[in-house]
T-cell receptor, first 118, second 118 residues
Framework: DAGITQSPRHKVTETGTPVTLRCHQT?????MYWYRQDPGHGLRLIHY???????DKGEVSDGYSVSRSKTEDFLLTLESATSSQTSVYFC?????????????????FGPGTRLTVL | AQTVTQSQPEMSVQEAETVTLSCTYD???????LFWYKQPPSRQMILVIR??????QNATENRFSVNFQKAAKSFSLKISDSQLGDTAMYFC???????????????FGKGTKLSVIP
């Protein structure tokens, strides 16, 4: 299994409080991603990073910010949590893999963080 | 933007039987990858199978195989000899290829919940 950990694994917080989720990898992969998973929506990309201090928005970035000061860590922050941000959050990492004449980019997922905002 | 559609929210299959999960996608890209991910009750996202769009040959991994129809933009997953451990959510996902960084994000369908019945 790819070395990806997420902390905390479970968190309950109140509306309006700041929350930071951490993703840590030991694979030295270049790319890191934050997704949220909600019933009936599959996984949707929040933000991603393509290097230290290089990040960009995904499909559902409103209300979230990210930071990546080291290759191994990618932080997701909810500045002021709302009930609509109750979800399961997944971190993923990837890098380019060469396969014969082709190359591809395969994502590996962390175990997820269940966040409940009351 | 790409979209991925899984039209079967839930399916069931008898143990040892064969089941096919459907996935269609919409894209204007010519170079891309398609994936099936499995999410068992443990919540861990597990890659089941990968298909490169430029390859006409359908990918297979043990009991898992795909039927990739590029012109029809269809990518179905066939599970043979179904086992109780195959009970999970299955997600179809799309990834553009050939561009830098940001194109390596995954677009997921909403998932199909598969139950294998003893």
């Amino acid at each position: 299994d790819a070395g990806i950990t997420q902390s905390p694994r479970h968190k309950v917080t109140e509306t309006g409080t700041p929350v930071t989720l951490r993703c840590h990898q030991t694979e030295n992969h270049r790319y890191m991603y934050w997704y949220r998973q909600d019933p009936g929506h599959g996984l949707r990309l929040i933000h991603y990073s393509y290097g230290v201090k290089d990040t960009d928005k995904g499909e559902v970035s409103d209300g979230y910010s990210v930071s990546r000061s080291k290759t191994e860590d990618f932080l997701l922050t909810l500045e002021s949590a709302t009930s609509s941000q109750t979800s399961v959050y997944f971190c993923a990492i990837s890098d380019t893999v060469s396969s014969g004449r082709s190359s591809y980019n395969e994502q590996f997922f962390g175990p997820g963080t269940r966040l409940t905002v009351l | 933007a790409q979209t991925v559609t899984q039209s079967q929210p839930e399916m069931s299959v008898q143990e040892a039987e064969t089941v096919t999960l459907s996935c269609t996608y919409d894209t204007s890209e010519n170079n891309y990858y398609l994936f099936w991910y499995k999410q068992p009750p443990s919540r861990q996202m597990i890659l089941v199978i990968r298909q490169e769009a430029y390859k006409q040959q359908n990918a297979t991994e043990n009991r898992f195989s795909v039927n990739f129809q590029k012109a029809a933009k269809s990518f179905s997953l066939k599970i043979s000899d179904s086992q109780l451990g195959d009970t999970a959510m299955y997600f179809c996902a799309f990834m553009k290829h050939g561009e830098w960084a940001g194109s390596y994000q995954l677009t997921f369908g909403k998932g199909t919940k598969l139950s294998v019945i003893p």
